[in-house]
């Protein structure tokens, strides 16, 4: 390996060099850090800057790159070096923006400035450049689990795009839900009358596409490996098994009617003359523009449709979120009747009326003027004899009308495969209802995808849609989340994309997301590790196994390089080429830390890269002030916090610690999923290493930030400043 050789690149534009004294930058980067190569420029971006730290690299055998100006979320494009590690001193938005430009001030900015450089320097030296991993492979076979319009989609948008296709149904027939239906909500305007499904179209475009393959009456029964290199097992209804490998998977398993048998109070079950939607579907395919009749063969001249029927409930069994698409459901079936007879008397009764999407309210209106009637109410009952009880929410009272047909709009359940928390990797799965494995993941996590708290598979669903727990699968459809037929096909679209995009990093051993493009990946010192498992357990993403032996198995192409493991092993043998427990840890013990009598405390702040850095750096933006003596570091999640950092930190003489990291819980922003929960955690039991070391329990500060606190970000520091200046400074100054 090449000796390193550090270049420091100290800009002046922006304002820089008229608030810094920039030589003196160049010199403490040079004498304190030992820099070998230290130069200044007026504007380090722009093209004469770029290239005086290319020749640099080219000619001076520069390896290692620290470029002091503006934040490391700006300028990306322009300080984009091939073959050197580099990192970037935040002088612009971390010093000069949130400090006054007076006097009075001047000495502890610069001092902030001095302190950045070293920092970025010395991060330097314990950087190596990652090289990305040799087990990297490029399958761009797509697996696509689950035949309906979102399945279906996804298989012939991928195909569109050159990527080879299995698609996989568990059924003799595509279609799913979809193809049960007889019309589908308007998608193009004037969004005045039901559409063809459409179905019949994907199913003879998937059929004269040689691209996809399709298995009928088929399930996995094994998914193993990771993206690039995932091995299927699918088997047949007969008990045959065939093994393909691709690239990535697409869950598009959709969802089932809830259980209306569960609704007795609308005698689901005893009147023949009380159906859901899909079933009323069913008979209009099956009359095919035809009158509809009852059941009993009886015809039908009035119909009530019960919004809500066991969902937007809180009552035990019952779904308490609304399914999105019944109310415009409800609004296209209005029209099956009105169309073949506008006598037919339609009442959709409902509780809040929700028609999402481009021409929702147009469809709405397109049902009054057909004569649909719509009524807000409650309803309460149904009878045998169809009668429908409900409390009029205008009028405020109760009423009832007698219907030849009642329709139960009853909401969706995905059929998102066995609870993990419930279903444990060791016991086999319950092949019935929505207890079936969808995926038969071969992971020491769990069979399925985790599942969110209305049991819907996610990751993120702020940030990443699409993008599960486990890199390389996706889902789409109402696997994900409640959504109609139009939402069904855009989602699939983006989920064929983001298969794409995990093909082709894995091709290349870059992560896919958040971090898109890091070739690093963790390793660990065998020699070091005690087997604890910690980073088995918490690691977010399934990318950490057990060998016979009960070592950690890193499996790269699974890994997000968000460093939750780094931060929860305890002996610190785990790091990544680019971020390890020294390129930090250094960077916080490579600070001057004035003396107890100097009156300038020191506070380390550990910000989550995602959210609460680039809040502080819009505050900087904004020009809202904090401490000087604050010195951020950016971590790639809270989660990959070493509590060796704070031990360090405290012992070295820092009056305040604050930890900024992603909202944790049911509602969680963090990109890591976990890493923010699983930091507090940590931190929650430091509090007894301070009592140890007789220290304040305040001077170490755990908080939640988002994006959006860009007032708040700040303000948490100048709190931590209040507290250190409250409490004294810390009595372990050198």
Known sequence: ????????YICKGCGIGD?????????????????????????????????????????????RVAICACSRRAKT??????????????????????????????????????????????????????????????????????????GMTAAVEAA???????LIEKTGTLGGSAGKAWRRIPQKAPYANPEDTGVAALIKAIEGNSQIK??????LTKTSGAPGRFAVDITTESGSTTTENVGAIIQASGYTEYDASKLTEFSYGKAKNVVTQAELDAMAKAANGAPLKNKDGKEIKSVAFVQCAGQRSTKEGHLNYCSGHCCLDSVKQAMYFKDANPAIDTNIIYTDLRTPGAGGEDF?????????????????????????????????????????????????????????????QDEPGQWKSNNESVLNLDYRQGKDIPLLKQGFNDSHFICFPYETRRTGIYTCGPVRRPMDMEQAMEDATGAALKAIQAVENAGQGRAAHPRSGDLSFPSFRREGCTQCKRCTVECPFGAIDEDEQRFPVFNEARCRRCGTCMGACPVRVISFENYSVDTVGQQLKNIDIPDEFSEKPRILVLACENDAYPALDM?????IEYSAFARVIPVRCLGSVNTIWLTDALNSGYDGVVLM?????????CHFVKGSEMAHYRMSKVNDTLTTLNLETERVATYEVAITDIERAPQLINDMAATVEKVGMSPFKF
């Not at 004294?21 to 800057?49: I, M, P, W």
């Not at 990652?130 to 697996?143: D, F, M, V």
């Not at 569109?160 to 299995?166: D, E, L, Q, S």
């Not at 709405?364 to 004569?371: D, E, I, L, M, V």
Request: some cysteine.
């Open 214 to 219: 399709v298995h009928l009456n088929s399930t």
């Open 1 to 8: 390996m090449a000796d390193v050789k550090i270049g420091a």
């Open 619 to 623: 505050a900087a933006m904004r020009k």
């Open 364 to 424: 709405y209106r397109s049902g009054q003027n057909k004569g649909v009637t719509f009524t807000k109410g409650q309803v309460n009952e149904v009878t045998t004899d169809g009668t429908v009880k409900f409390k009029d929410l205008i009028l405020n009272e109760d009423t009832e009308e007698k219907a030849d047909l009642v329709v139960l709009a009853t909401g969706m359940v995905p059929n998102s495969g066995v609870d993990i928390e419930v279903v444990k």
């Open 77 to 150: 494009e322009a300080f984009r070096f091939e073959g050197v590690a580099m990192t970037r001193a935040n002088l612009r938005e971390g010093v000069i923006w949130v400090r006054p430009a007076t006097d009075e001030a001047q000495e502890t900015t610069q001092e902030m400035a001095d302190d950045y450089i070293r920092m970025a320097v010395t991060e330097t030296k314990f950087m190596t450049l990652p090289q990305g991993s040799e087990k990297a492979t490029y399958n761009r076979h797509i697996l696509v689990v689950g035949g309906g319009i979102s």
């Open 19 to 63: 608030r810094l004294d920039t030589k003196q930058l160049a010199q403490v980067a040079t004498r304190d850090a030992k820099a070998h190569v230290v130069r200044e420029h007026d504007f380090l971006c722009n093209a004469d800057g770029v290239k005086m730290i290319q020749n640099d690299i080219d000619s001076e055998g520069v390896n």
């Open 160 to 166: 569109k795009t050159g990527y080879p296709v299995i």
């Open 661 to 669: 990291g992603c909202q944790k819980g049911d509602n969680y922003q």
